[in-house]
């Protein structure tokens, strides 16, 4: 015989509804502001390593997707990529944070990027009720790379060095003709940071670099880089909540913004320059991270615009 369990008192039940209603009526003006509106998210690190925040990712993706934004997903993959080269016994360098690619390991990078890492994140997605479709920049032609290199000067000689980082790329070009197809069809675009060059050589490209070249060819509403701290703090380690361009600049230079936080920063200024409305860093590691940004009043990370 089946245990039959009383429900909560009444006045429990309309309380908790009540609530629901009024954090839904205090979202409205959000969903409006954003209705139609391109939002271009940066998904990666501990946000991607939890489950719980993976399935929670998944959720708020599919849920921006149903009350009539249009998001686009760009993932990273570094700690898979590195547990897929150890798996292989193929070591891996890194000058200045990136990681030098020869043939083996570019192979490797595109095999966990635009397989394994791509499709569970698309898996994230249309589980929890969107239809997402994973890509890479290679499809379509949709990311044109090039090679990149970086210069170092040796501080006994002063002498600049030229660093030959294999196929480690940047985006070049970004046809957005694949993005529409699919966002215009209804479903959620999930893309690995792979590109082509001119030649059809396959390079690695740093998702948040890939990120911020798709907001900006888009010319997205908002640019969200999901990282694993709060956003940019100042030297008190106080989250600043806004930066302009300018600012940023004065902030690199007095040693406020340093480390790995000065490339995500850049990044973000360049997806602005480039037509983006507002970039943020925020943490990922918060729940409902993008939803709280989108659709409260100040968000939770640092936004830079113009």
Known sequence: MTEFTAPGPLGTDVAAAAERAHVLAQAL?????????????????HAMGEEHLAEGFGRDIALLKQVGVNPVVVH?????????LKRLNVQSTFIDGLRVTDKTTVDVVEMVLAGTVNKYVSNLITQAGALAVGICGKDGGMI????????????????EKVLDLGFVGEPEHVDVRVIHALTGGGLVPVIAPVGVDA??????????????????????TRLLMLTDVPG??????????????????????DGTITGGMIPKVENCVEAVKLGVKGAVILDGRVPHACLLELFTEGGTGTIIRR
């Not at 806004?242 to 940023?248: F, M, P, Q, R, S």
Request: hydrophobic share 40%.
């Open 199 to 220: 030649d059809g050589q396959t390079y690695n490209i740093n998702a948040d670099t890939v990120a911020a070249a798709v907001a900006g060819a888009l010319h997205a």
């Open 144 to 159: 044109r790379a090039r090679k990149v290199m970086r210069t170092k000067k040796d501080p006994d000689s002063h002498i």
């Open 76 to 84: 990273g993959g570094g700690p898979q990529i590195n547990a897929m």
């Open 232 to 253: 940019v703090l100042d030297k008190d380690k106080q989250l600043i909540s806004e930066l302009t361009l300018a600012d940023v600049d004065a902030r690199i230079g």
């Open 29 to 45: 003006p959000f969903l409006r502001r954003y209705a139609g509106a391109t939002i271009v998210v940066k998904y990666g690190g």
